[in-house]
Each structure stands twice: as C-alpha cells, then as structure tokens.
C-alpha cells in the first residue's frame, strides 16, 4: 500500500470556524491532490500541487487553499467552513502525469461542519 | 458533456459468476490512459487495473481485467467469478496526454454500485 496517510480521519466543525487537514505521504512522489467526495458529483478535484510551493487549482477550489512546505506534506485549509463544505475529502499522490500514472488515495477525512 | 459515463448506477451479481461493469469515454487525443478503482464501504480508494491507449493487449490483474475496445470508446471493467468481497463502488477514470505536464490531471465517472448477492 502508499505510504499516505490523512488525518484526522474524522472531525465535526463550526459554521465559520477555521480547518485544517493534513496528508503525510511517504514515497516522494512529485504529485499531491486534494479531492472531495458527494453523492451524485463523484471525486472533484479542489487543489493539487507539483513540487514544494508549487500548488495550483482544482475545479472546486472556493472557500480553500492549501500549502506544500515539504515534498512529503500537503494542507488542505477551509478559510471559513460552511456546511456545503461537509464532506469526504481524500488526499491522492502520484509519481508523475503520465498517460500511465495512475494516483494512489488516503483513506479520506470525514468532515462535518454544522 | 460528460468524458467518462458509466452508465450503470447500481448492478447486481451472483457469487461465483462474472459481471462487467461499463465504461465509455470521450477524447481527441490518440493517447490517454484508462484506469478502474474499488471504493469498498469501509470507504479507501483502491487502484484495479490500468489500460493504454496503445496497448494492443487488454489489461488483467488477477480477477480483474479491461475490455478494451477503442473504436467504440469503451473500457469496460470484468470481474470474474465475483466474491462477496467486491461488493463496493466502482470508479472509471482516464488521463489525456493533451494537456501539458502538470495540468494532465484524472477525469473520473460518477461510479458503479456493485453487490455481489451470496
């Protein structure tokens, strides 16, 4: 199995506060993602990021950013949490972007905010 | 418009047989990669199996293997002799080589819902 692990697994949140998830990844791989999961949208992609500080946008990137300061750690932060915000979120690595490369997935982080 | 439908919500199956689970795909590019992962209930995202555009064989690992057919656009999923274990969701996904390096990112479909009935 990767090495990437996601945490928490799970949290319950405020409307408004701030949260942060983290994905710790242990094989050097140059590619990081961050995807949310909801019935009837299947995985959208939100951030992902190519290198050390070198991130850039998914299609559903409102309301988040993220940080890469380490080639194994990828944050993924809600500024403000909102309840359309509750969801599963998975963090997902890949080697390169080949044609061929296909990503390996964290367990996921169940997040609620109500 | 959609670039990969799976067209089948939910299926069911008989422990022991086989099932196919569709996939079609729309694309330009001469080259792109097909891929099928499990998502179990317990809810991780497992990678199956892997296709290339090139590839004149179709894909196998183990129980799993690609029914690739490129003119029709179509990588359907074959998961023989089903074990209760396969029940889960199943997601189709590809990567065209069109949009450079690191824009050259996963399309996924909305997903199978496989029950594998005892």
């Known amino acids: 199995d990767a090495g990437i692990t996601q945490s928490p697994r799970h949290k319950v949140t405020e409307t408004g506060t701030p949260v942060t998830l983290r994905c710790h990844q242990t094989?050097?791989?140059?590619?990081m993602y961050w995807y949310r999961q909801d019935p009837g949208h299947g995985l959208r992609l939100i951030h992902y990021?190519?290198?050390?500080?070198?991130?850039d946008k998914g299609e559903v990137s409102d309301g988040y950013s993220v940080s890469r300061s380490k080639t194994e750690d990828f944050l993924l932060t809600l500024e403000s949490a909102t309840s359309s915000q509750t969801s599963v979120y998975f963090c997902?690595?890949?080697?390169?972007?080949?044609?061929?490369?296909?990503?390996?997935f964290g367990n996921g982080t169940r997040l609620t905010v109500t | 418009a959609q670039k990969i439908t799976q067209t089948q919500p939910g299926m069911f199956v008989q422990e022991k047989e086989a099932v196919t689970l569709d996939c079609t795909y729309d694309?330009?590019?001469?080259?792109?990669?097909l891929f099928w992962y499990k998502q179990p209930s317990s809810g991780e995202m497992i990678f199956l199996i892997y296709?290339?555009?090139?590839d004149e064989q179709n894909a196998t690992e183990g129980r799993y293997s690609l029914n690739f057919q490129k003119a029709r656009k179509s990588a359907n999923l074959v998961i023989s002799a089903s074990q209760l274990g396969d029940s889960a969701m199943y997601f189709c996904?590809?990567?065209?080589?069109?949009?450079?390096?690191?824009?050259?990112?996963?399309?996924w479909g909305l997903g199978t819902s496989l029950a594998v009935n005892p």
């Open positions: 997902a690595i890949s080697a390169g972007t080949g044609v061929n490369s296909p990503l390996h």
């Open positions: 094989e050097n791989h140059r590619y």
């Open positions: 990021s190519y290198g050390v500080k070198d991130t």
């Open positions: 694309t330009s590019d001469q080259s792109y990669g």
């Open positions: 296709q290339g555009s090139y």
């Open positions: 996904a590809m990567r065209e080589a069109d949009n450079a390096g690191n824009n050259r990112k996963l399309i």
